[in-house]
Structure formats: structure tokens, C-alpha cells
């Protein structure tokens, strides 16, 4: 017998017949806080989520997941989803609830004909780099290899080749969903088209994604990529130099920023580790000769006190931050979408960056534009097309005693460069506190998506996650 918390709060007691019937008819296994195993399974990235579902159901395919979502339906247990676990908001682990555990649902294959991949729901961008570079190919992911695809790709998606071919989403040729009623749809423009705008960009809000397919394209193995590290006694020039250069950027070249301390890279004079930095961390997607043309001025400008850009391959540049992102510590994220960097938002940024946390915090400005931009806000559920920028603070530290110290730093740092930003938001860097901005954060597209809710998941099975609330619940 096990107390598992339901969708309404309260407790009920699955008797052990019922939870034998379960796991006998999952082909993975099933863990409760009892097992050896359950500790270690249930850790997420951010160490600073603490929360203990009662069950783990660890699925292995689609009817592993099916069987899953039927059990949770029968019992109205409250459920949460999982792909890799690197969510800053830690709403893949149901406290007292079912966790339905997809990483070991981590295949991908590619049909290297056709330039398309399969890739099942547990897997990490590093997984589906390392099969589609077999082959010279790669599909638009995020900037560090451990990231989960399915949650990176239910919220839209972007890193280093996004300028060149879009968000994550804008390749994704159809997905596999099990709904909240136990049916696996597959879902793509002509099949269930409004489910599959959905989950462009909706999150998890629509059902579980247990297979996706990306359209993939040609790049690397090469390509022109590293770092122009600068003082941050420089931070408001190398700024104001930076929105010029990135204005007229062609799309093969995304450059972002990072303001924090200088980490003990090799290529780096020792005096300058731990000392305030301004990195532009670049990548140029195509002919190597042509990328040196398009990062000469950024190279020219100024004293850097250290720069490593060069020929690199395309899966060791995707794994460049890994180092900076390790799991464990305790994170706590803000981030705005901007149009512009105004004067008034780089002194900001500036000054912010001069007094941050903790040695491990950092300020990103992610580069978009190119063809993320070039698709209509109302073509997938991901509003933010008109966002030139993302601005990411990466607060981290690691003693739970630094807790308030460094949460209340960063929601200042978000009050404060507010006025600068554009509305709508990128609902996979919201944390946990952030449910009250999700409508705002898909603007336009909040009613289609409550819409879409509501015929698919009118009781809100799906509530982990940063959620739209179905009409009936509002
Ligand atoms: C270090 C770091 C770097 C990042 N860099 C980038 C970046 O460069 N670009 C970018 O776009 N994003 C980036 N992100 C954000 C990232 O996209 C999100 O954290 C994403 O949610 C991670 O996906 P996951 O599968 O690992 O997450 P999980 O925590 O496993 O899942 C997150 C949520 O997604 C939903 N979900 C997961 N799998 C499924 C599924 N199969 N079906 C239905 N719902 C599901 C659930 O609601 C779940 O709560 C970064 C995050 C981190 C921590």
C-alpha cells in the first residue's frame, strides 16, 4: 500500500493489489522512497528543489507511459513529467505525487536520407548531437549537452544554430503525445494540427511527448566558434559595441554575451581568473574563411585580455559551457526577452554585473533574430518571435544558507531591468514562483493555448509545469 497526494491535494491510499496490477503491467520498474535506487533517481539539476513523489514509474516505451497516465486517471493521483530533469523550476517532481520518469527513453536514430531524426523524450541535446554529427548533421538545441530535448523542445527551443534555422520547434516535423484521456495521437501539421501548435512552444501543458522528429541539416563537423573575453572595466563599451555588431550579424553568426567571473580557462593569464570579465561567446555556421570576415571587428575591438576563437567541431563547442553548468547546485533564474539594449539597460546590466551574488552567477544575453524572427508569433504557440534578445540571469550558488541572500538579489536584478524589456517571456527559463506571469508570457497566443487546454486536458492532469489553467478551472 502506498499514499500517493491527488490532483485536488489531498491523500489516497493505492492498495497493494492496485499497485501490483501497476507495476506488473509497466515494463520498467517502479520505485517508492523504500528503494536503494530512489534517492539517486530522483535528482534533478537544480539541487534547490527538495520534492519526494511517493511513486516513480521509470517507463521504457510509449505503453509504458500509456499504462502510466491510465493508473494516474483511475486514482486522479497528481503526476509530473520528467525527460532529463534539468528544469530550473523542478515541476518534474510531483511532491507526494507519480513521477512518470522518461529518461531512460533516450534513443535516437537518424535517417540520414531523409535528414531526419527520431529522438525519444529521455534523451539529452548531447545524445542527439552525437547521432546526427555522425552523419555531418544537427538540428537547433540549447548550449549545453545535458539538457533534455523534450523539455527544451515543449518550450521552443534556441542556442547556436537558431539564427541559421529556427527555435528547436520550428524543426520538429511531428511528436508522439499520449493525451490525458490514455490515447497516442501523433501530431503534426495535418494530424491533430492544433495539438501540435501546441506543443510548439505550450510545454507539457497538452500531454506526453513520447517520440519527436526533427528535421536535421548540414553543419559542421567544423565551424568557426570560442571566446573574446574583456574586462568588465570595459563592459559598457564592449555592450555598446556588441548591439552594432549584432545588428547587422548575418544569420550563420550568433554571438552572446556573458557577464561573470573569469573561470580558470587554459587559454586565460591566471591573473585573470575570478576577476570580472565580459565574454562574447560566438558561433559561425558555415564556411570557416567566411566566419573570420564576419567576427573580424569583434576580434579588433578593444584590449581583450584573453580570446580562443577558432575551427572547432560543432559537438565539442555544444559541450563549451557544460563545466559551468554542472547539476547540484542551487539555482534560482530571472530572465526578460528585449527588442533592443537601450543605454539605460547596459549600464544596468553593468552595474549588476559588477555586484553579483556569487562567484558562480552569471548574466547571459542570448542573440536571436535571423529565422526565429522571420516566423509568425501565431504560427506555434512560442510568442517571443520579435525578441532580439534573451536576457538569462544564472543565479547559483551552493549553501542553502546564501538562499534568500541570492534569490532576493536576483528578483531585484529583474525589477530593475524591467523598464528595458519587451512583453512576453521564455517560459523554460520561469522558475517554480513565476506561475503568475504565464499568461502575460504567451500574450497573443494564451487563449488559443487555453483553447487547445481545454480540449485535451479540460481537468488539468497536466498541471506541473508552467501551466495553462482549462476555462473550467479559471
Ligand atoms: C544549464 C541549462 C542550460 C540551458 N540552456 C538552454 C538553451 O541554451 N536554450 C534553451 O532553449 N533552453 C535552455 N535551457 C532551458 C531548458 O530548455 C529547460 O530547462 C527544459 O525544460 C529542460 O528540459 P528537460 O527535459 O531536461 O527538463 P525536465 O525538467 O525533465 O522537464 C521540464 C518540464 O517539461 C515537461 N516535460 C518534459 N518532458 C516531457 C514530455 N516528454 N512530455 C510532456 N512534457 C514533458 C514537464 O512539464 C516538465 O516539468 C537550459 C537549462 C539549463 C538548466
Known amino acids: 500500500m502506498v499514499a500517493i497526494k491527488t490532483r485536488k491535494g489531498s491523500e489516497t491510499l493505492i492498495e497493494q493489489g492496485a499497485l501490483d496490477e501497476f507495476r506488473s503491467g509497466l515494463g520498467g520498474e517502479t520505485l517508492t522512497l523504500e528503494d536503494a535506487a530512489y534517492g539517486e533517481v530522483r535528482e534533478i539539476w537544480n539541487a534547490m528543489i527538495d520534492s519526494r513523489p511517493a511513486l516513480i514509474a521509470r517507463c521504457r516505451d510509449a505503453d509504458d507511459v500509456v499504462h502510466s497516465v491510465k493508473f494516474a486517471r483511475a486514482h486522479d493521483l497528481l503526476i509530473s513529467v520528467r525527460g532529463a530533469g534539468h528544469n530550473i523550476a523542478g515541476n518534474s517532481l510531483a511532491d507526494g505525487g507519480l513521477l512518470i520518469d522518461l529518461s531512460q527513453m533516450a534513443a535516437v536514430e537518424i535517417n540520414a536520407e531523409a535528414k531526419t531524426a527520431r529522438v525519444e523524450p529521455g534523451a539529452t541535446l548531447g545524445d542527439v548531437d552525437a547521432a546526427a554529427q555522425t552523419f555531418g548533421l544537427a538540428t537547433p538545441t540549447g548550449i549545453n549537452s545535458t539538457t533534455g530535448i523534450a523539455g527544451l523542445t515543449l518550450g521552443g527551443g534556441f542556442g547556436w544554430l537558431s539564427r541559421s534555422y529556427g527555435l528547436t520547434i520550428d524543426n520538429l516535423l511531428s511528436a508522439d503525445v499520449v493525451t490525458a484521456g490514455g490515447d497516442l495521437l501523433t501530431t503534426s501539421e495535418s494530424n491533430h494540427p492544433d495539438l ?125 559551457f557544460d563545466p559551468l553548468f554542472t547539476p547540484g547546485a542551487r539555482n534560482y533564474w530571472k530572465s526578460h526577452n528585449f527588442g533592443e539594449l537601450s543605454d539605460q539597460t547596459i549600464n544596468i546590466l553593468v552595474a549588476y554585473a559588477q555586484d553579483l551574488p556569487s562567484g558562480f552567477s552569471e548574466i547571459f544575453i542570448a542573440q536571436m533574430g535571423g529565422e526565429t524572427s522571420r516566423i509568425a508569433a501565431d504560427a506555434t504557440a512560442y510568442v517571443g518571435r520579435d525578441a532580439a534578445f534573451v536576457l538569462n540571469v544564472h543565479t547559483r550558488w551552493e549553501d ?63 498541471r506541473l509545469n508552467q501551466n495553462i489553467a482549462p476555462s473550467g478551472t479559471r
Open 196 to 320: 501540435f501548435w501546441g506543443i510548439r512552444g505550450g510545454g507539457g501543458n497538452f500531454g506526453i511527448v513520447t517520440s519527436f522528429e526533427y528535421r536535421l541539416h548540414e553543419v559542421g563537423p567544423e565551424l568557426l566558434s570560442g571566446l573574446i573575453v574583456h574586462d568588465a572595466g570595459d563592459a559598457v563599451a564592449a555592450l555598446e559595441f556588441y548591439r552594432e555588431f549584432a545588428a547587422q550579424a548575418p544569420d550563420e553568426l550568433t554571438t552572446w554575451v556573458v557577464m561573470r567571473k573569469a573561470p580558470p580557462l587554459p587559454f586565460l593569464d591566471e591573473a585573470v581568473h575570478g576577476t570580472d570579465v565580459v565574454l562574447f561567446a560566438l558561433l559561425y555556421n558555415g564556411d570557416i574563411a567566411d566566419g573570420e570576415e564576419a567576427v573580424a571587428s569583434l576580434r579588433a575591438f578593444g584590449s581583450p585580455v584573453g580570446e580562443h576563437v577558432g575551427p572547432t567541431p560543432y559537438v565539442d563547442w555544444q559541450q563549451a
Open 400 to 462: 542553502p544558507a546564501d538562499d534568500d541572500r541570492c534569490v532576493a538579489w536576483a528578483r531585484e536584478f529583474f525589477d530593475a531591468t524591467l523598464p528595458g524589456a519587451i512583453d512576453g517571456a521564455y517560459v523554460n527559463f520561469m522558475t517554480a514562483d513565476e506561475s503568475g506571469r504565464v499568461e502575460a508570457a504567451y500574450g497573443a497566443n494564451h487563449e488559443r493555448l487555453v483553447a487547445v487546454k481545454d480540449h485535451y486536458d479540460p481537468d488539468n492532469m497536466f
